[in-house]
């Protein structure tokens, strides 16, 4: 059992991670990712890409979430647009709760209060309470749930689920920090 829970854990952590030998590489795949990821999420929700527009900052993330009984975690990179420049961030969730199965995830924080956009600028969490059930098949296209959107405190976030199959009711804390990847410990080979 813990054997598997440790390999759900690596899974989940790689999946989320910027590839390349170097900190412009990485940079470089991160803006892919997330990009790839804000047009999956305006596919799934017809309403974000008026919200991104309209937003002081959004930030864009793409990453994975794995669930084993009582615990979840996940991690990944976001790109962080504000006034015409970018910002690169990792993030790391862990949750309580009940929960089987792994999924590639993106979402979107669109920051419509200035208070809540300087909220995340300098703490960097977020914690809320996530129920559905997911399954879906890259090749497929096909999701059983309805992906999720929420209107918090000035903040927009949609989140669709990319591939993977889970089951979860959770809640769960996300941890944001900024990086230039220059001293990313997290890698991946290409």
Request: proline share 2%; aromatic share 12%; charged share 20%.
């Amino acid at each position: 059992m813990k054997k598997a829970v440790m390999s759900l854990l690596a899974a989940s952590l790689l999946v989320g991670c910027a590839t390349g030998d170097t900190p412009a590489a990485k940079k470089a795949n991160a803006r892919k990712d997330t990009q790839e990821a804000l047009q999956a999420i305006y596919k799934d929700h017809p309403g974000a890409k008026t919200a991104v527009n309209k937003a002081y900052s959004y930030l864009v993330c793409t990453g994975s979430d794995s669930y084993i009984f009582a615990a979840s975690s996940g991690g990944g990179v976001c790109t962080y647009h504000k006034a015409g420049s970018t910002k690169y961030y990792r993030f790391a969730s862990l949750g309580a709760g009940l929960g089987i199965g792994f999924k590639k995830v993106a979402f979107v924080y669109a920051f419509h209060d200035k208070a809540a956009m300087k909220r995340f600028e300098t703490s960097g969490w977020d914690a809320g309470a996530k129920a559905d059930a997911t399954a879906r098949a890259d090749d497929q296209g096909d999701q059983a749930a309805a992906n999720a959107s929420f209107d918090v405190d000035g903040v927009k976030i949609y989140q669709s689920a990319i591939w993977g199959a889970a089951a979860q009711a959770t809640l769960q804390g996300y941890k944001f920090w900024e990086t230039d990847f220059t001293d990313d410990f997290v890698s991946m080979p290409e």
